[in-house]
């Protein structure tokens, strides 16, 4: 339940990352930041310099598009942050720390569940 990367997609958004002028925070990314002991200097020099990005995901809303961008920090941690463009600037919409175990363990979740239903997956239920 691996997912590729999408390479062409990883170097388009790296190409235009690097030529961004500005990048703007918003209130819940600063929050996030905040709660998560990440410094700001950081989240801009990835950005910046987006050697590490590993992954780009592509999250459609209804008002506009974001993307995820997960970038590595080291073999046990993944930052994930997810960014809106604008017309010669980003925005921030929120930052974490992603524990590469953790995501290995919902993998795992999701297939036996995914199993379990038949190969069916869960449709979404109304409270």
């Not at 997609?9 to 996030?32: P, W, Y």
């Not at 073999?75 to 974490?96: E, Q």
Request: charged residues 35%.
């Amino acid at each position: 339940m691996d997912i590729e990367p999408d390479y062409a997609l990883v170097k388009k958004i790296r190409e235009t990352l690097s030529n961004m002028d500005d990048v703007e925070f918003g209130l819940h990314a600063e929050e996030r930041l905040k709660h998560h002991g990440i410094d700001k200097r950081i989240i801009c020099a990835l950005i910046e310099k987006p050697i590490n990005l590993m992954h780009v995901e592509v999250q459609k809303d209804s008002r506009s598009e974001k993307h995820k961008l997960v970038f590595r920090k080291s073999g046990k941690y993944d930052y994930v942050v997810v960014i809106r463009f604008a017309s010669s600037s980003l925005k921030v919409i929120t930052a974490r720390i992603q524990n590469k175990k953790r995501i290995k363990l919902n993998e795992k979740w999701r297939m036996r569940l995914y199993r379990r239903r038949g190969g069916v997956y869960g449709t979404k239920s109304s409270c």
